[in-house]
């Protein structure tokens, strides 16, 4: 062979791996999804949503607690990991913008958006779980929200930079102070940004599982006092995926179903709302 | 800031707030290294710093406690995992930037970045029930009869293939992170300028040697700083390795044994320490794992500061 065609086909290799690498990130989403969609379809049951689960090894039975009590866990995270995020972004893209201290915090926040979230279980164990004596579910809540924040505050602290400084101004000529300008104005402005991030950031703490292992535990049993152990459906897929029963099993793919969709569908919106608004 | 906003009372009180809940990203940090330290103050002063890092021994019986073979665990799943994300995490950055026609450009990146969003408890599940089994019966012996009897490379294949072991569970985690790698590689491709492209085909380049010489050359920074990230993400993955992994305290070599990784050992034995040094011993190893994990994505964090700079200059 010449120089040239060496080249050529080194050209042709080298190409052709790197399509074949992009149809196995596909062949891998398709697989996956493909596997959770047929076996939850398979076991999702009308009784799956309504009744409690059945002990083990009795057939039937349903995950209502799971489905209720990670509602409950979620939201309770949202309320509190949503206003502190957004605030504390505020005061990164606003009053602290382009000092160190800002720049500081930003980059912290984008560590702490990966440290291990069982790492945050542990530590929440130790704060709120050993000192009461007992899992509860104000613990999982706030190991998601810990979670959370970092999200919300790096996406508002960037939605909020974009909004354009002249409009601050205009608002300043009109004698307005400074937080008004924020509430009324930027706050106006960044509104789908901001709740683009609080919907990715609930994607986010939705299927999160080792934050909850130890700290809102689980419960077979229907209960939404978050001061009690509460059950939510990662917890229990993991617990049911584990398991000897072949119902279990089944309904862990259910839940998986559910979780997953859920999940995808909220991404998918923010995806396209960002593509819709930024673009 | 314009002065005349600090004289308003409650412009102060909402300056204050929003502080005080910027702060709190600081406070967390500490505050869990602080509990972290002082939990795990009884394993550090029975076992110390390196004694604790260098012992192989886990065995709640004996009280006697090290994370050697919790590290190594964790070591060997992520480092392999990264060897077989990384070829394809770049392929389909190079594929996303120069291959696909413009049409397929949008909706592939989206595709792969959704693998991103599904849950890691989902990644679990569907490796024990589905990627596992496909594994023990199909690849894993595959693998043993070609590489089994090679000298030096055969020690990594010896054993019977179950399934539940370190290859399977760093397949899933490669796919995990492939999506963290290949989008960040991607928007590195993209930032270079096509000026600098153009001048390299004028000479008479192929396309691949575009891509080799000029595109991942500019781009390494952004690149490295995408794979530290991965590395990150890898090291604290608990419930997708946690369902494949086993749970078993000892150095292994081969790639068809079970092992522990830190996460997994906390996820299977946090809830059930029934002693205070056990319990003691498991917060040192979430210590350990926090303090690598926060390290790594700083290290990765300040390549992509880098990377920021050096484009956007």
């Known amino acids: 062979m010449t120089r040239e065609q060496i080249r050529k086909t080194e050209g042709i290799i080298a190409l052709t791996l790197s399509t074949l690498a992009a149809f196995l990130g596909l062949f891998w989403l398709v697989f996956i999804l493909g596997d959770v969609l047929v076996h939850g379809i398979k076991a999702l049951k009308l009784s799956l949503f309504l009744n409690d689960p059945a002990p083990p090894g009795v057939e039937g039975g349903g995950l209502r607690n799971a489905f209720v009590g990670q509602l409950l866990i979620t939201v309770c995270a949202t309320l509190i990991g949503v206003p502190v995020g957004v605030l504390g972004g505020t005061f990164l893209a606003e009053y602290a913008r382009g000092r160190r201290i800002a720049r500081l915090i930003s980059v912290l926040s984008d560590i702490m958006v990966s440290v291990p979230s069982i790492v945050i279980g542990t530590f929440i164990y130790a704060v709120l779980v050993r000192p009461i004596g007992h899992f509860n579910g104000w613990a999982g809540a706030v190991a998601l929200s810990i979670i959370m924040i970092p999200v919300v505050l790096r996406t508002t602290e960037d939605m909020l930079s974009l909004v354009p400084w002249t409009l601050r101004e205009a608002a300043f000529a009109l004698g307005a102070p400074y937080y008004k300008v924020i509430t009324q104005v930027v706050y106006r402005g960044a509104a789908t940004g901001i709740l683009t991030g609080i919907l990715l950031s609930i994607a986010r703490v939705a299927g999160e599982t080792a934050p909850l292992l130890f700290t809102s535990f689980n419960n077979s049993f229907f209960s939404v006092d978050m001061k009690q152990p509460v059950a939510s459906l990662t917890v229990t897929i993991f617990q049911y995926a584990m398991g000897p029963y072949d119902n279990w099993h089944a309904q862990a793919w259910a839940a998986a179903f559910v979780i997953t969709v859920f999940i995808l569908l909220l991404t998918i919106t923010g995806r396209l709302i960002i593509k819709w608004r930024y673009k | ?313």
């Open chain 2, 1 to 313: 800031m314009p002065r005349t906003a600090k004289k308003n009372p409650v412009d102060n009180i909402f300056s204050l707030v929003t502080a005080a809940a910027s702060f709190s990203v600081i406070i967390l940090i500490i505050g869990i290294l602080y509990v972290l330290v002082s939990e795990s103050s009884l394993a550090i002063g029975r076992f110390g710093i390196w004694k604790f890092l260098s012992s192989t021994d886990w065995d709640p019986v004996k009280e006697s406690f090290g994370a050697l073979t919790n590290v190594y665990g964790t070591a060997f799943t992520t480092l392999l995992s990264l060897v077989i994300a990384i070829p394809v995490a770049i392929g389909i950055a190079i594929f996303v930037t120069e291959i696909s026609p413009n049409f397929l450009k949008g909706p592939i990146g989206a595709a792969i970045e959704l693998l991103a969003a599904i849950p890691s408890i989902i990644y679990g599940m569907w490796g024990l029930f589905t990627l596992s089994p496909i594994m023990s019966n199909h690849i894993e012996p595959f693998l043993k009869k070609i590489f089994g009897s090679v000298p030096l490379v055969g020690i990594l294949f010896q054993g019977t293939p179950m399934g539940i072991d370190i290859l399977t569970a760093s397949v899933i985690l490669s796919i995990m992170i492939i999506p963290f790698t290949a989008s960040i590689s991607r928007d590195s491709f993209n930032l270079t300028p096509s000026v600098v492209k153009e001048s390299a085909y004028a000479i008479g380049a192929t396309k691949w040697e575009v891509v080799k010489n000029v595109v991942i050359p500019y781009s390494k920074l952004g690149v490295f700083g995408g794979i530290v990230l991965s590395l990150g993400r890898a090291l604290g993955e608990t419930m997708a390795v946690a369902f494949v992994l086993g749970n078993n305290h000892r150095i292994t070599t081969s790639l068809f044994d079970a092992a522990a990784t830190i996460t997994v050992t906390l996820a299977n034995e946090f809830a059930e320490a029934d002693t205070d040094i056990y319990l003691s011993s498991l917060f040192y190893l979430a210590l350990v794992l926090f303090v690598m994990s926060f390290i790594t994505l700083a290290i990765a964090k300040f390549f992509l500061l880098r990377a920021e700079k050096k484009y956007s200059r």
